[in-house]
């Protein structure tokens, strides 16, 4: 969800950030080493958000600074997070690959509020970064559709020479709409691996970003809905290990599918149904020259 | 990012040819010095590492051999990437149309008789991966075509459906591609000894050189035929094509299509070649996305990429002898990523220059950017 809100803000900007999983990686990997040197949960978030804005700045510059290929330059980044997370996993005598952790998130509300039926685990049981992801997608509903930078950010994903006219800086407004998508990408892959697989591996998020990449195209841009999105993804998900657990014959190879294709699904019905959509960034993907208007 | 305001971005008129040819090598050599730094960081010396991956890579015959072997995926997974991107068609999905392809081809293998002409198993099954590989690329390419869908999602999540599909066909069922001998560790069926690709010398098999045919095939193709001319056009310019009358939905399908058919025959090449079975372990390893490296390596030309693939392939390849030294493996992944960002970054000192634009006097002069800076 945190990588999926990054990367929203980024394409309504006209970046198409496809490095996320990398980003997340790195993020991932950077959090759980903090957490497991200082045993601090807070640290080891805002780290990985740290990790993840200096892996974007790489993409800001290089795409929205230098205008080279959007596409290029994100696959490139994504195999070298990739690469790098995999390769400071395995460094030294005893590798944090091996390392049980340290540290863990404990539930935000204590007491008797989860035991609520029903509604208890949906909507108490789970730690303050769910909560936090949960704020931060309504406050980027805000950012982007109340207040006059969410304005300049639509404007400049959607046609940035009239934006530049009317005096915005389409580079700076798209490099920092990047910069905040990898941080809270970053901070999506912390969680991963300080919160909920409470281990680093190589390859933890396994598709996550590209989820989240998929269901920002799915949900058409629009923030509130990807919020809903990411509930069914995440219960499809879960669906795959429930089935399991009950002792459903299905194959767990097939059943790891039904998110991917759920995402297809998605996508296909939001393209087809989209003809009197106008949330989509048109410059999507498009760099921006001053220079040449 | 804001660039000072005495300095402005220009267009070149005409890329210097000189630059054009040596980018990627700048690009590599870069990319050698930045990735330096987070060996460094852990202790280790690049200059040790870097003449550790030489010597595995092209230190012997053999190990020559076994680099162009092994760039033989790459290169067609890379030319599915030329052939798409050149169009602006963004397939990221030759990862699972090589699988998809290698499921078809290893099933003819399986099924036809052994007694088969071997020339005929072999062309069956190259032709089963190629119509696979298309067929599967025609799920994200009609979707494109009809509605506008956003292609890389639709083909980077049906990589993901792919090799679900092709671990559930090894390990989640008793499939035709099973091999049951091994109960326990469930692995692909070998198909017949005969239906093998041919060795070259050592492990290289004629598998190079179907790559390196398709390769030039198509090059002729891009060059030679209206098909090529048109193609080309609907690359530069979408507009340009549309007011010229070129059916440009024909040529989106079209080109995707044959992108597929390039990652499928990656897949039948492996199954006939190195691989032999539908190996989940040796085919998802990520050859769709060094086949982009390649491309990207090689400047989107198809002649380009045959000795991109193989530096792409050599670099993928040492891994092991790293790890005999010490040195944690990922770090050539890394290095890969670097180098295609870097050749992306190369682009810009191709096609601008950064002027510095004097403030009473209106003439630009000209000063050309550091082609190998790029911040890490």
């Known amino acids: 969800m945190y990588a999926g809100i990054g990367e929203l803000i980024a394409q309504r900007s006209g970046v198409m950030n496809l490095s996320i999983e990398g980003t997340m990686l790195i993020g991932g990997v950077t959090g759980f080493a903090v957490a497991d040197i200082t045993g601090s949960v807070w640290l080891a978030l805002i780290a990985a958000a740290i990790a993840g804005t200096l892996m974007s700045a790489i993409l800001a510059f290089l795409a929205v600074g230098l205008r080279v290929s959007q596409i290029l330059t994100g696959l490139g980044l994504l195999i070298f997070g990739t690469g790098l997370s995999s390769f400071f996993g395995l460094v030294g005598e005893n590798p944090i690959a091996r390392r049980p952790p340290t540290t863990s998130i404990e539930p935000f509300f204590t007491g008797g509020i989860a035991d609520i039926p029903l509604l208890g685990p949906i909507l108490f049981s789970h730690d303050f970064v769910v909560y936090g992801g949960w704020v931060i997608t309504f406050a980027a509903y805000v950012l982007l559709y109340r207040t006059d930078w969410g304005l300049r950010i639509r404007a400049v994903g959607t046609d940035p020479a009239s934006a530049e006219a009317s005096g915005v800086s389409v580079s700076w407004v798209r490099s920092l709409s990047v910069l905040a998508g990898g941080g809270l990408a970053g901070t999506g892959g912390a969680y991963l691996s300080v919160g909920l697989v409470k281990a680093w591996q190589d390859g933890l998020t396994a598709g996550a970003g590209w989820l989240a990449f998929a269901i920002v195209i799915a949900v058409r841009w629009r923030p509130l809905l990807l919020l809903a999105a990411a509930f069914i993804f995440g219960a499809s998900i879960r669906l795959g290990f429930t089935l399991q657990v009950v002792g459903a014959d299905v194959s767990p190879e097939l059943l790891s599918m039904i998110p991917y294709a759920l995402a297809i699904v998605a996508v296909l019905y939001a393209a087809a149904s989209s003809s009197r959509n106008v949330t989509e960034p048109k410059a999507l993907g498009f760099p921006f020259f001053r220079e040449e208007r | 990012m804001i660039l000072p305001s005495n300095l402005a971005v220009e267009k070149k008129v005409a890329p210097s040819l000189w630059f054009s040819a040596s980018l990627p090598i700048l690009s590599v050599l870069a990319s050698l010095v930045l990735a330096a730094v987070p060996l460094l960081l852990v202790g280790e010396s690049p200059l040790e590492v870097y003449r550790v991956m030489a010597k595995a890579s ?12 092994e760039a033989t995926p790459i290169l067609l997974t890379g030319l599915a990437a030329v052939i798409a991107f050149r169009a602006k068609v963004w397939n990221i999905g030759a990862e699972g149309q090589l699988l998809v392809g290698a499921i078809a081809a290893a099933g003819v293998g399986l099924v036809l008789p052994e007694g088969t002409s071997p020339l005929i198993a072999i062309i069956g099954m190259m032709l089963s991966g190629v119509v696979a590989g298309a067929v599967f690329a025609s799920l994200a390419a009609v979707p494109l075509a009809t509605w506008n869908a956003n292609e890389i999602v639709m083909t980077l999540m049906l990589n993901f459906i792919a090799l679900s599909f092709v671990n559930y066909l090894i390990w989640g069922s008793s499939s035709l591609w099973r091999d049951d001998g091994f109960a326990a560790f469930p692995r692909g069926k070998l198909i017949p000894e005969v239906f093998r690709l041919p060795e070259l010398t050592g492990r290289l098999n004629a598998g190079f050189v179907i790559a390196v045919l398709a390769a030039v095939v198509f090059a002729w193709f891009m060059r030679f035929t209206t098909w090529g001319y048109e193609y080309s056009v609907v690359g530069d310019s979408r507009t340009t094509a ?37 190996e989940p372990r040796s085919l998802a390893v990520g050859i769709g996305f060094s086949g982009i490296l390649a491309a990207g390596l090689g400047r989107m030309s198809p002649l380009g990429l045959i000795p991109a693939a193989a530096f792409v392939s050599a670099l993928a390849s040492t891994g092991p002898d790293l790890q005999r030294i010490g040195v944690a493996p990922p770090i050539t992944i890394a290095l890969q990523g670097l180098i295609l960002v870097v050749v992306a970054a190369g682009q810009f000192f191709l096609e601008y220059r950064v002027v510095i634009i004097s403030k009473d006097v209106p003439e630009l002069q000209g000063k050309e950017g550091a082609p190998s800076t790029t911040p890490s």
């Open chain 2, 58 to 69: 092209a230190g012997s015959v053999a190990a020559l051999t076994d680099t162009l072997t």
């Open chain 2, 242 to 278: 549309r007011y010229a009358g070129i059916g440009e939905r024909r040529i989106v399908i079209s080109t995707f299509l044959l992108s597929g058919a390039a990652a499928g025959l990656a897949g039948a090449v492996l199954i006939s070649g190195t691989v032999g079975g539908l």
